[in-house]
């Protein structure tokens, strides 16, 4: 018995990478106006990540996490919790991406370009979050 459950396993599986597979052959990347929009939205994130690598690298001491003008320093923190802001962003490519994808296939082309224009618009948003944490930290 176990071979056979070794062998469901193994078949979900290749099952699972065909699907990954298929999402990226579909017609939603032959669009051109689809891959600029992923392709500046992924940029942007790859930015976000490089960013506190940069410029944080040997930081041993807290940094700055948020400044508020009325009431001045709120968060002290480690400089890898800045990470946060590339990976909820980046969250937000997968999600905007695939329900793109979904609107793509449907013939809603125009709900699916704006789903990608709002993936820029979100990493444009985190970026600037990040550099304001550059400034007050700098």
Known sequence: MPIS????????????IKLFFLFWKNSFWKNLINKILFSSALFLNLIIWILPLFFWKT????????YNAYFGVDLFGDWKQTFLIAIISFIFIVINTYLSNYLYQKEEYLGSNILLLISIFIQLISLLSLASLLVVNY
């Open 59 to 66: 930081e041993r001491y807290q940094i700055i996490l948020h």
């Open 5 to 16: 459950n070794i062998y469901l396993a193994i078949k979900r599986f290749l099952v699972k």
